[in-house]
């Protein structure tokens, strides 16, 4: 009777809406294989990932998996025991149950084995080495991309380290033998130093996006505006803005100033038109070859743009300054 594993991923990240696609995964048939007698059958490594949110089959293999070689692992292990022999054996269920899919993105296939990889040593003497493993795998066309150890113990966290294999040390000082479960979560938490990402081809549906600290990192107001930052720069599309423009200003309550760069060496290029509109609030004098003029919107500093109108109106009825200089040269 074959022997087949079914393993359902629900992947999904939403605050209202669900739109993840729904995997079923049936793993090679291991409990059928007869490499004695049928050395070149291989039909039993093969894998199907079916997508029941599509309806799509993948018909793959997972020969890479099984094509490796772990005599180095037997070899050492025998040096560390005083020359007894070792055998590996090495699967996918090697717990009776099938492996945990980690992620699967574009032709990649990541999942954890539990006890994939068991040296025995033959009789009673040795010590025994046992290594759950993350592998990562071409599905399509069964190439293996890389393959990760996970030990619980240092001596076969050293072992498998002092042969080059990438290895990871789960020590625990408590032996569990009741019923496990596995979850997912993308919440930054004790265990992973806050490094929880998640990646989606599709949309992401949430209304804010906050740091650790509960503050707003991005935000969108009941009026469409996005702020970015909890005191933010604040854009607005055309049909939400007072203006009927696309619009970007600060929401700062200290004067409401918006600073484009921040060291002398930046530089702002406009490609376009600039226009520059409003004025300021104070009355201000100019003094131009004995000329005052008053009026509204006059440049406080001496790096501060004026407008063209601003300018027109500073200069009517002067005397033209080519004139000037001529009756001087004159």
Do not use: C
């Not at 498998?160 to 019923?179: H, I, K, P, T």
């Not at 009026?223 to 604040?234: L, P, R, T």
């Not at 921040?262 to 376009?272: C, E, F, L, Q």
């Not at 440049?299 to 001529?326: C, E, F, N, R, W």
């Amino acid at each position: 009777m074959k022997k087949v594993f079914i393993v359902s991923l629900f992947l999904a990240f939403s605050v209202s809406e669900v739109d993840a696609d729904i995997y079923k995964i049936y793993w090679p048939q291991e409990n059928i294989a007869d490499p004695e007698n049928n050395p070149d059958d291989t039909s039993w490594q093969a894998i199907q990932i079916t997508n029941t949110s599509s309806n799509t089959v993948i018909d793959g293999s997972m020969s890479g998996i099984y094509e490796q070689d772990f005599s180095g692992l037997t070899a050492e292990a025998s040096e560390q025991n005083n020359g007894v022999s070792y055998q590996v054996n090495f699967s996918l269920e090697g717990t009776g149950q099938a492996p945990t899919v980690l992620d699967f993105s574009g032709n990649i296939l990541k999942f954890r084995a539990e006890t994939a990889i068991q040296l025995n040593p033959d009789g009673v003497i040795g010590d025994a080495y046992t290594y759950d493993v993350v592998y990562e795998i071409n599905p399509i066309t069964g190439e293996l991309l890389s393959t990760k150890l996970v030990a619980s113990t240092e001596a076969e966290a050293n072992l498998a380290g002092d042969l080059g294999y990438s290895v990871d040390l789960e020590f625990s000082s408590l032996n569990r033998s009741g019923s496990a479960g596995t979850f997912q979560s993308y919440a930054a938490n004790i265990t992973n130093e806050g490094d929880a990402n998640i990646a989606t081809k599709g949309g992401l549906v949430t209304k804010q996006l906050s740091n650790p600290d509960g503050s707003s990192l991005i935000r969108q107001e009941d009026d469409g505006s996005i702020h970015i930052g909890e005191n933010s720069v604040v854009i607005v599309d055309s049909p939400n803005s007072s203006s009927g423009n696309d619009m970007i200003y600060s929401s700062a309550a200290d004067g409401s100033t918006l600073q484009i760069g921040n060291i002398d060496s930046h530089r702002t290029i406009i490609n376009g038109t600039l226009e520059v509109t409003g004025e300021t609030s104070f009355q201000s004098t100019i003094d131009m070859q004995g000329n005052r003029i008053t009026g509204l919107g006059a440049p406080q500093g001496q790096t501060d743009a004026v407008s063209k109108g601003y300018l027109d109106t500073a200069l009517l009825g002067l005397p033209s300054k080519i004139y000037v200089d001529t009756v001087a040269a004159s």
